[in-house]
């Protein structure tokens, strides 16, 4: 069994422990509640020691996929967890996020907060199509304009100040967004294109000012952030790394099967930086730049699916030490960071429909392109996803059950109680968990039981337009999501009702 199976079974124990111990303090017996008391701190330690383990950046993780479909079930396996390949050395200990907030961030926080509200933008400077504005919500569509790069670059650095603190040139910066994008469109992927580098950088950007995380990270790693985020599938082919590992493709020999694309993208982007028309960071300090370097590896390292796991069940762990109030430190702030990244990067289906439904044509359509090539390069002419006859319903149904939901489920905890402990600091007042909502809630439900209508329902002929290139019936998806909308609406006034009664 692997360490992070261990990791999350003992933390239920824990959990168990400390409700008995809770239920047992009024009335128990005083050495059975001291008892308990002493087992649950051994197992917090313990608990804790294994997280110390994990933090290293692991490729130790699985997950366990119950799915109708075997096909869908062993891919989700297969994808976002992985067996243990190497040997894992113990990681620096963990540091609490708060030893991260500096004596200067909250004057850092207002001078941000005063740049983005700014009147004269650089949307306006440079005639870009959008404003820092319309990047700030959570709904924009990145896949409406061109040369995304460009514009979202631009805005977002000088939103978080980048620019200016790290004296980066503007013409420098228009030559390495150009050499990014032609970086991104070198393969000419329906989905691992430069749309999708702008769209994770800009879900990054709106993860950030969405909670009060900008004023718990410092400058350098809200810089590495963002750039990891712009370049994270840098030069990305269109296949994963299974694909390339089976068919002994060169980049598989270069790094040893470990990681393979995710090495790539950062290793093809510090060679590009290399060139002083596109060094942006040429001016930033060698000593921060060893650490930003560092930090954006590791980063773009974590995006590799085959860590999903072992990076949710370390951030469920985090919550778990939060919510009981422990004294146990809780999860650093690279573990954080690199949470926000993967979660950015698979957080389609948390838009709203009409923008969540053109990404999952496209990674369907990729998916299909590597599947015709499976046919032709794997012996035994199986692919992964045949494009006559995967069901992408049930396929959309677990990607965001097993993988998307757990992602923000606990990514939407980990930030509501930090956003809370920083609102309570400042104001030194009681607020509410309750009270707080993230954009993504709605349209994560919403996505998902559109998806449920359609396989109860729907008719996955009509569902489908065309099949090479894959082309989905929008018009005739629509119609499920209108049903989706009315199930929520009527599940919302029954949890409604039902709170009413419990409180009489």
């Keep these: ?129 959008v404003d820092i504005y319309k990047l700030n919500l959570w709904s924009f569509n990145m896949m409406e304009y061109d040369e995304p790069f460009v514009f979202s670059i631009l805005l977002i650095f000088d939103a978080h100040d980048i620019i200016s603190r790290y004296h980066i040139d503007i013409e420098t910066l228009k030559n390495f967004c150009r050499a990014l994008t032609d970086g991104y469109q070198k393969y000419q992927t329906p989905y691992h294109n430069d749309f999708h580098g702008a769209d994770v950088l800009q879900t990054t950007h709106c993860l950030l000012i969405k909670s009060s995380l900008m004023n718990v990270f410092t400058q350098i790693e809200i810089a590495a952030l963002l750039f990891s985020a712009a370049i994270h599938d840098y030069e990305h082919p269109g296949l994963n790394n299974g694909y390339l590992v089976k068919t002994k493709n060169d980049l598989a020999l270069i790094y040893n099967d470990f990681s393979v694309l995710e090495n790539h993208h950062a290793s093809s982007m510090f060679k590009l930086l290399r060139d002083k028309r596109c060094n942006i960071w040429s001016n930033m300090d060698t000593n921060e730049y060893r650490t930003f370097r560092s930090l954006v590896i590791s980063l773009v390292l974590a995006t590799d699916m085959a860590n999903h796991a072992s990076l949710i069940e370390r951030m469920s762990t985090y919550f778990y030490f939060k919510e009981t109030n422990s004294t146990t430190p809780s999860a650093d702030s690279k573990t954080l960071l690199q949470t926000l990244l993967h979660a950015a990067d698979i957080s389609n289906a948390t838009k709203p429909w009409s923008v969540y439904i053109q990404s999952a044509e496209r990674i369907m359509e990729e998916f299909f392109i590597q599947g015709d090539l499976e046919k032709i390069n794997y012996e035994d002419r199986k692919p992964t996803f045949d494009r006559e006859s995967t069901d992408i319903v049930q396929l959309q149904i677990g990607f965001i059950t097993h993988i998307v939901h757990p992602t923000f489920d606990v990514l939407s905890k980990v930030l509501l109680i930090d956003s809370l402990d920083y609102a309570q600091k400042e104001s030194k007042a009681t607020t509410n968990l309750s009270n707080y909502t993230l954009p993504w809630q709605y349209d994560l439900q919403l996505n998902l039981e559109t998806w449920k209508q359609i396989s109860r329902n729907g008719d996955l002929k009509k569902m489908i337009a065309k099949r090479k290139p894959l082309k989905l019936n929008y018009d005739y998806l629509q119609e499920y999501v209108e049903k989706a909308k009315t199930v929520l609406r009527k599940r919302s006034q029954h949890d409604l009702l039902l709170n009413c009664a419990l409180s009489s």
């Design 1 to 129: 069994m692997t360490t992070v199976n261990i990791l999350g079974r003992l933390r239920i124990a824990t959990e168990q422990v400390r409700k008995v111990q809770s239920s047992l303090a009024k009335d128990g017996p005083p050495d059975q509640v001291e008892i308990l008391g002493k087992v649950g701190k051994e197992l917090d330690g313990i608990l804790y020691n294994l997280v110390d383990i994990l933090s290293d950046d692991t490729r130790q993780s699985e997950i366990n996929i119950t799915s109708n479909d075997g096909q869908i079930s062993k891919w989700l396996e297969q994808t976002f967890s992985s067996k243990p390949q190497r040997s894992t050395t113990a990681a620096s200990r963990f540091e609490s996020i708060k030893a991260v907030i500096q004596a200067s961030s909250f004057v850092n926080a207002l001078q941000r907060q005063v740049r983005q509200n700014a009147k004269e933008r650089l949307s306006a400077v440079l005639d870009l199509p």
